[in-house]
């Protein structure tokens, strides 16, 4: 437990903090080329903690953390790139990023 807190940086680097000790649990580099822009925690999926990010190119990314042999562990997954003219429409930077409540995600 104590894991609260996710951070994103300019490197395009991702936190996961021990909100109580301060102390950097994990660390994902490599996940993003762009400055993080947002970062957003999710319900639990399956049991396991998840967040979602999204940076200055446009690229969101889905987050899912689990602890294996007392490590955390982060498996990360594309869920829109809007830097790819070939996933879709270009759309740049994602300037504002929410989600919905459990209700209305159900719905979706």
């Given at each position: ?32 080329t ?6 957003r ?13 999204a ?9 899912k ?44």
């Open positions: 437990g104590g894991v609260g807190l996710v951070v994103g940086y300019a490197s395009g680097r991702i936190g996961v903090f021990n909100a109580s000790s301060g102390a950097l649990v994990r660390e994902v580099a490599g996940a993003h762009s400055s993080v822009l947002h970062v925690c999710i319900q639990p999926c399956g049991g396991k903690s998840a967040f979602i990010s940076d200055a190119s446009g690229l969101v990314l889905s987050h953390l689990s602890k294996v042999l007392m490590m955390v562990r982060v498996t990360s997954s594309t869920l829109l790139d809007g830097s790819s003219a070939t996933s879709g429409p270009n759309t740049g930077p994602i300037l504002a990023l929410a989600c919905p409540p459990p209700a209305a995600a159900a719905a979706l």
